[in-house]
């Protein structure tokens, strides 16, 4: 491959060594459910490059439950997500976050591993598995697996600026106990508006570890943080509660677009933290 003449080149992949390898190939472009990738490809076509197809790629599909940790690979649909069994009989609300994407179409080609790859403004999967504490497995060219965890990958653009496979996203099921996603259909084809998802660690007094993420009101989703240690250390009073609000859009360039402007999403966002907020107090494990 490596002395191909110019062009695009075509691979469906089988397994993942042969991903892992391709990756080394210049202009190397992963395919999964083409929802993003085709709308893209269709308005600039690539002149170069291997486009290697992971759907045939049988370790990619898989979803496990071991040593307490839900493995979600990442070639799974969001349907395949919606239906899995493992997932309803042991974290049936990520079956309903997947039910919430797009339409049908959407559910049964997209996939985690194409939601989770694109800094996608309104992206339940990156905001509620980072809520989540996440983790990836990934594979970087000429590199073994390396684990990274969601919450870094979604910032690192220097990993997110070069070829690699995401190969599945892992995460504990019981954090979802104390997890709680406030979501609003955009009008927009494609994705939530202004939605925010939160977990904590409560223990009836204190607050002690908290995840703000918000998505669907910036170009890219984001993380809270200046309201994540806002809140955190504190007993969660209206008072403290309403100050994590102030600074949840801190140092954010909001959207400002046919679905509302800063001001209008800035008050969506903190009147859906202030729910979410109260959710998860009254409904502490
Ligand atoms: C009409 C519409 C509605 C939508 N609604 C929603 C919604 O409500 N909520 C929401 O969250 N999202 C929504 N989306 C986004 C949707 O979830 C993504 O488009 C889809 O999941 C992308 O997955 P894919 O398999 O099609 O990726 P592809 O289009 O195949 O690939 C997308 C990108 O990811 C890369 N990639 C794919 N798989 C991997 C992998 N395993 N490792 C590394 N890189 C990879 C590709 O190289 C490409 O750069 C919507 C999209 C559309 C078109």
């Not at 491959?1 to 202009?27: I, N």
């Amino acid at each position: 491959m490596t002395d191909a003449p110019r062009g695009v080149y075509a691979l469906r992949a089988r397994t993942l060594d042969e991903v892992a390898e391709s990756l080394t190939e210049p202009g190397a472009m992963l395919l999964a459910g083409g929802q993003s990738l085709l709308p893209r490809l269709r308005s600039t076509p690539l002149s170069q490059g291997l486009l290697v197809d992971l759907s045939g790629v049988e370790a990619l599909r898989q979803c496990t439950l071991a040593d307490g940790w839900i493995r979600l690979g990442s070639t799974m649909t969001h349907s395949a997500i919606a239906r899995s069994r493992t997932i309803l009989e042991n974290a049936p609300r990520l079956a309903a976050i997947a039910g919430l994407i797009g339409d049908e179409e959407v559910r049964n080609r997209g996939t985690l591993g194409g939601a989770l790859r694109e800094p996608h403004p309104r992206s339940d999967w990156a905001a509620c598995l980072t809520a989540l504490d996440t983790t990836l497995e990934v594979i970087r060219p000429g590199d073994g697996r390396s684990t990274v965890p969601l919450r870094d990958y979604l910032s690192n653009d220097d990993l997110r600026n070069e070829v690699h496979l995401i190969v599945e996203a892992r995460l504990r099921p019981e954090a979802l106990a104390s997890f709680h996603y406030e979501r609003q259909a955009g009008d927009a084809a494609g994705g939530p508006n202004c939605s925010i998802a939160v977990s904590t660690s409560y223990d009836g007094v204190h607050i002690s570890k908290c995840n703000i993420v918000v998505t669907g009101a910036a170009p890219r989703t984001f993380i809270a943080t200046a309201s994540e240690e806002a809140l955190c250390g504190t007993t969660a009073t209206k008072e403290h509660v309403d100050a994590a609000a102030a600074l949840l859009c801190d140092g954010v360039t909001l959207l400002d677009d046919s679905e509302g402007d800063p001001k209008y999403r800035a008050h969506l966002i903190g009147s859906r933290f202030t729910t979410a907020i109260r959710e998860l107090l009254r409904t502490a494990p």
